[in-house]
């Protein structure tokens, strides 16, 4: 039904907007790193990918952190920790069991994982630059 | 929802209140926010909700943000509690806010930003303790994080922390000379609030050296930015200066009126110690001028004041024979120039 009222359009503070598409840029990565490496359920990553995007925005309004797109080797290594925190919860809990190569990878430092990852950042951009 | 939080009394926000603001971890920042630009306007109230918000953040019942939030929250309210604890000058209290706050943002992740913040606060503390050697020596390497972390506004900040100790440890030229970059710097002219108190500064080096037609331009130049840097201690700064440029220059009635502007001020905010300060001061004016009564009353109100905030060491021999000049209605002004002096050589 017609108001007649126009429909007031808030734009997004430039700033958020180029945070939310930096994250959606690195969301694949986050993604395998989620399901591929730490074994985590769809579901489940989609429930921490979900509260990475509201702590990333959050991050990046910290005092003293530079641009959204050098922050995000910061968000792998949030999504790393929170990854390996929670597989340790549930397996712990005997929810699930665990193989060698996740038992491997959960006791290596979340940071060091994250900057495996930040390996294929740097690959991604490049491949961005190139394109 | 941050401000009608913040505006609530604590006796007002009840539990379910509380949940539902604090657990939502963007009004928490928010509060965080307002806490940390209020502070010099009303340490006080700053200091207790800061503490009552890391005690808060500290409960593992309570639920605070994703992943570091909790960390970070709590190194956040630490460090406004320690700013603020610094503002009343319980020195002691800020101390232990900071190695807080140091212990909470070690866990966050990217803690560097916010442990060089820390560390400017400490920095800050030391100043503030009269311990101008080691602020200075301990300045470089913080300096150079901040550049490194491209905290521009925060690398100003500690540099006009420095051209204030060198003042201290009498290297005047250089003091002057840093002021003066600092005035032209494009991040110190983007912030009203640091801009007005390098121009104040630069005014009471320009008054020291008798140069007073030239402080009465950088005054008048920095009027307007101080009023627009919205930092009230800033203005009673500027009037202060202001009235020591007057007295400097013989125009005594001036300068009472620019010193009971400033004292005014200070009570407003609660600052007793500068009030005080300012009371000997006038005092010492109104002597000056003849007027010896007026200089009791502003004497006999600040005399309680240092006493309870032991603003001097115990049997301090100004004080008593300030107290007794007075009581003989012959003040005693190489008393009063004495206790002022020290008052504020540690201020």
Redesign the interface.
């Known amino acids: 039904m017609e108001t007649g009222d126009p429909v007031v359009r808030v734009d997004e503070d430039p700033y958020e907007k180029e945070v939310r598409a930096i994250f959606h840029d690195t969301l694949g990565l986050i993604h395998i790193a989620l399901v591929t490496h730490y074994e985590l359920e769809e579901g489940e990553a989609m429930e921490l990918e979900k509260?990475?995007s509201?702590?990333f925005l959050?991050?990046c309004?910290?005092?003293?952190?530079?641009s959204p797109r050098q922050?995000r080797p910061?968000l792998l290594?949030?999504c790393c920790?929170?990854a390996r925190e929670y597989q340790k919860y549930v397996i712990g809990a005997g929810v699930r069991g665990s193989d060698d190569r996740l038992k491997k990878l959960l006791d290596r430092e979340p940071a060091d994982v994250a900057r495996d990852f930040s390996r294929s950042l740097d690959l991604l951009d490049f491949r961005n630059h190139d394109a | 929802m941050a401000r009608e939080y913040l505006s609530t009394s604590e006796e007002d926000r009840s539990e379910d209140f509380k949940e539902e603001n604090l657990s939502n971890?963007?009004v928490l920042?928010a509060i965080c926010k307002i806490l940390r630009d209020g502070v010099e306007i009303s340490p006080a109230i700053t200091v207790t909700e800061a503490s009552s918000l890391y005690r808060w953040a500290a409960n593992p019942l309570s639920a605070v943000?994703?992943?570091?939030?909790r960390e970070?929250v709590l190194g956040e309210a630490a460090l406004i509690a320690a700013k603020g604890s610094r503002v009343l000058g319980k020195l002691s209290d800020a101390e232990h806010w900071l190695d807080r706050s140091d212990a909470a943002f070690r866990h966050t992740?990217?803690p560097?930003?916010?442990l060089?913040?820390v560390a400017f606060e400490r920095l800050a503390l030391r100043y503030a303790a009269g311990r101008y050697e080691e602020t200075l020596e301990l300045l470089p390497s913080l300096k150079s994080s901040f550049k490194r972390?491209?905290?521009d506004i925060?690398n100003a900040k500690t540099q006009f922390l420095e051209a204030m100790a060198l003042r201290f440890v009498g290297r005047e030229e250089e003091h002057f000379s840093l002021l003066r970059d600092l005035e032209r710097a494009p991040e110190v002219r983007a912030c009203p609030s640091l801009h007005g108190q390098v121009l104040v500064h630069i005014g009471v080096h320009e008054t020291a050296v008798g140069e007073f037609e030239t402080a009465a331009r950088t005054y008048e130049q920095a009027l307007p930015i101080v009023m627009k840097g919205n930092r009230p201690v800033a203005l009673c700064e500027l009037k202060w200066a202001i009235g020591d440029a007057y007295r400097a220059q013989g125009s005594l009635r001036r300068a009472i009126e620019s010193y009971r502007g400033a004292k005014n001020d200070y009570q407003q905010l609660g600052f007793r110690a500068f009030v005080t300060q300012i009371s000997l001061t006038i005092a010492e004016t109104l002597l000056a001028l003849g007027r010896d009564r007026e200089a009791e009353w502003e004497i006999l109100s600040a005399l309680p004041v240092i006493e309870e905030e032991k603003m001097v060491p115990e049997g301090f021999a100004a004080v008593a024979l300030l107290r007794e000049s007075v009581r003989c209605r012959k003040t005693d002004p190489n008393a009063l120039r004495e206790l002022r002096e020290h008052l504020q050589a540690k201020s």
């Open positions: 509260d990475l509201f702590w959050r991050f309004m910290r005092p003293g952190n530079s922050s910061f290594v949030a920790q929170f | 971890c963007d920042l943000g994703v992943f570091d939030e970070y992740v990217n560097a930003p916010s060089a913040g972390l491209g905290m925060e």
